[in-house]
Nanobody, 122 residues
Framework: QVQLVESGGGLVQAGGSLRLSCAAS????????MGWFRQTPGKEREFVAA????????YYLDSVKGRFTISRDNAKNTVYLQMNSLKPEDTAVYYC???????????????WGQGTQVTVSS
């Protein structure tokens, strides 16, 4: 069992930056791939980024490539999402998730956090 808690969301102006953190409980964090997804009202959860268990493989939604960076610190049981050059269309609730492989498909992840709101004003 893995419990995930996101933090770091907030209100930021367009062009600004935020860093999201996702703290995981349990000793097996380093064996899980981690993903970040986001969701706005009335829409399906959207893949944002994923990282393999070692941190050596990363994957991104095309629209965030070059602006967002996913990373992890297995010693701290934490995964991060550094978000730069934020745009109003990045506004959403952001969720972290843990699974066996770093896929773009929400259904392949086994554990989810409660989400953190990111709001980007224009």
């Amino acid at each position: 069992q893995v419990q995930l808690v996101e933090s770091g969301g907030g209100l930021v102006q367009a062009g600004g930056s935020l860093r999201l953190s996702c703290a995981a409980s349990g000793r097996t964090f380093s064996s899980y791939a981690m993903g970040w997804f986001r969701q706005t009202p009335g829409k399906e959860r959207e893949f944002v980024a994923a990282i393999g268990w070692s941190g050596g493989s990363t994957y991104y939604l095309d629209s965030v490539k070059g602006r967002f960076t996913i990373s992890r610190d297995n010693a701290k049981n934490t995964v991060y999402l550094q978000m730069n050059s934020l745009k109003p269309e990045d506004t959403a609730v952001y969720y972290c998730a843990a699974g066996l492989v770093p896929t773009r498909v929400a259904g392949t992840y086994d554990y989810w956090g409660q989400g953190t709101q990111v709001t980007v004003s224009s």
